[in-house]
Nanobody
Framework: QVQLVESGGGTVQAGGSLRLSCAVS????????VAWFRQAPGKEREFVAA????????NYVDSVEGRFTISRDNAKNTVYLQMNSLKPEDTAVYYC????????????????WGQGTQVTVSS
């Protein structure tokens, strides 16, 4: 049973930074591409960033390009999302998702999901 657990969320002022972590258990994370999604109240889930299994390729939604960085440490079975220059519109529950064949914003292609971590950015 593959499990994903997010951590690192919290409340920060606009312009601040947070680093989210996604710890994977039950399987070697090196088998999977991993992505971060987010969902704000009253809005649909949105793709944020993805990284392939070898960390040779990343993909970002335009609204976070240049501010967020996705990375992974396969030895630690963990994927990270470094978020800088945070804006109030980044406020959402952030989810990590994994799948061997998933890539990019197609959420239905990801097989495993975490429970989410809340990020709140105050103005």
């Amino acid at each position: 049973q593959v499990q994903l657990v997010e951590s690192g969320g919290g409340t920060v002022q606009a312009g601040g930074s947070l680093r989210l972590s996604c710890a994977v258990s039950g399987s070697m994370i090196s088998r999977y591409n991993v992505a971060w999604f987010r969902q704000a109240p009253g809005k649909e889930r949105e793709f944020v960033a993805a990284i392939n299994w070898f960390a040779s390729s990343t993909n970002y939604v335009d609204s976070v390009e240049g501010r967020f960085t996705i990375s992974r440490d396969n030895a630690k079975n963990t994927v990270y999302l470094q978020m800088n220059s945070l804006k109030p519109e980044d406020t959402a529950v952030y989810y990590c998702a994994a799948g061997p064949y998933a890539w990019g914003p197609a959420a239905e292609k990801y097989d495993y999901w975490g429970q989410g971590t809340q990020v709140t950015v105050s103005s």
